[in-house]
């Protein structure tokens, strides 16, 4: 789509620590990558959280006229790949496999379905080996015996996204410390094999690639050596992200890595993080059993993106709540065609308002709240709303839901609208011939299926409850 339809969106840039707008780098292009799962284990409703919101932004960003393409990529080889496959007894390439199609599985029921591209580390092993020679001959890495390490030190800007310094970095995170490292907070590029371990041959021995290398690797293969926006949880800042931008930069002498970084925060339940490592997390899988995906994503995305936000079972049931308000909202639009309104607003304002939030900093509380007053508006007109003013409410809950997949789907729900509307003449058939007795059957068996029927002097109205 032509960038001169887009939008003034703009963005919180972690790197820059302000509110920017959206420029890309290729006009009305916008290269996306976003951290994907380890796939050693189902995700938690709080990963969910991350890609949800990556999922709406796309979508959004798509809607604002801009040309997206996002990538995520796949873990699919970690230790802690290997020690499910240990404990387990089955292959890791099994294991791998097995959760990287039940995060897909996860993702088609959560409707998160804007990624165009899942990039496995284990396809790019010879994009990752050339970073690391390249990395090597400009003196940004070193072998020892067990590995090659990115050092740290040789890159001056290393700390830059997050404001932490180097010591602040765990030895051992993600990978076991090493006695050799010039520095603690040196990261592992490529790990020697040890006993057992699956490998790939390499000009530094067998091994396999460590965490942070996988990234850049995979992006400079589709984006090249720098691209628009990088997202993720808030808990990757430091130190992978900052890995992330110590190699591309060192190998590529260029300013960026990515232009704008957003970062999503935690969701909390019992007191904490949600962590698999943890164990204080829901799987989402879970989750789903018991709500659907509307009111999972509306739950999410009702907040300020980069905030924490908090899980109790009373707080996801207010969400429904307010959730079901506005879906009722909406279904009653369907009913009013060829009546004669008696309220007269403009439904305009309510969409112009959510774009404009969006527009700034990706409020999606805000926008949900402009929702919730027009849904208001609606109960408040009773249903009695002009086809031209029930048409442009409409438009207003199609579009949020375009973006956010928080409502029932519009061409099942007016499928099931004509449905019930066909039910609901042909019990006043039933009325005119005095026959009540099928007349308030019908009644009873709407009712129980949650269509709540209202009989006035100009007819009956309907609607969902």
């Known amino acids: 789509m032509s960038s001169l339809n887009c939008l003034n969106v703009k963005i919180y840039n972690t790197l820059t620590r302000t509110v920017e707008e959206i420029v890309p780098q290729r006009q009305g292009r916008i290269r996306l990558f976003v951290c994907g799962p380890t796939v050693y284990n189902y995700i938690h409703l709080g990963n969910a959280r991350t890609f949800v919101l990556f999922d709406s932004l796309a979508k959004y960003l798509s809607f604002s006229g801009f040309e997206v393409f996002y990538l995520q990529n796949i873990t699919d080889i970690d230790d802690k790949t290997l020690r499910v496959a240990s404990e387990s007894g089955v292959p890791w390439t099994e294991v791998s496999q097995k959760f990287y199609e039940e995060y897909r599985k996860d993702m088609e029921a959560l409707g998160a379905n804007s990624v165009n591209v899942y990039a496995k580390a284990t396809l790019y092993i010879e994009e990752i080996k050339s970073q690391i020679r390249r990395l090597l001959k400009k003196g940004f890495a070193y072998e020892t015996s067990d590995g090659v390490y990115f050092h740290v030190e040789k890159f001056r800007d290393m700390g830059a996204l997050s404001g932490q310094k180097l010591d602040k970095v765990v030895p051992g995170s993600r990978v076991s410390p090493s006695e050799q490292k010039l ?30 290398i996988e990234d850049t690797a995979i992006t400079e293969s589709f984006f090249g050596k720098s691209y628009d926006i990088h997202g993720g949880a808030k808990d990757l800042m430091f130190p992978h992200h900052e890995a992330e931008i110590g190699q591309m930069r060192s190998i590529s002498g260029k300013k960026y890595l990515a232009k704008y970084w957003i970062h999503g925060g935690y969701l909390n339940f019992g007191g904490d993080k949600m962590s698999k490592s943890t164990g204080n997390f829901i799987l989402l899988r879970e989750a789903l059993r018991k709500y659907s995906r509307q009111q999972i994503r509306f739950f999410l995305l009702n907040a300020n993106y980069s905030s924490d936000l908090l899980y109790t079972e009373d707080l996801f049931k207010a969400s429904c709540e307010a959730l079901d308000r506005i879906q009722t909202a909406y279904e009653m639009l369907h009913g009013v065609e060829g009546q004669s309104g008696s309220e007269d607003f403009d439904p305009g304002i309510y969409l112009s308002r959510i774009r404009s939030s969006l527009d700034n900093n990706f409020d999606t509380r805000s926008a949900f709240a402009y929702l919730q007053e027009l849904s208001s508006m609606i109960f408040r007109s009773g249903g009695k709303l002009s086809p031209e003013i029930a048409a442009r409410a409409r438009e207003t809950y199609m ?24 039910i609901i003449n042909l019990r006043e058939e039933f009325r005119k011939k005095r026959d009540f007795a099928t007349s308030d059957m019908i009644r009873k068996i709407l009712e129980e299926s949650g269509v709540r029927i209202e009989d006035e002097a100009s007819g009956t109205k309907w609607r969902f409850v």
């Open 183 to 212: 520095n603690p907070s040196d990261f592992v590029l490529w790990k020697k094999q040890k006993p057992g371990e699956p490998a790939w041959d390499s000009p530094w021995g067998y091994g396999r690639p460590g965490w942070h």
């Open 399 to 422: 579009f949020v839901d375009r973006i956010f997949g928080i409502l029932k789907n519009d061409a099942v729900g007016s499928d099931v609208s004509r449905a019930i509307q066909g």
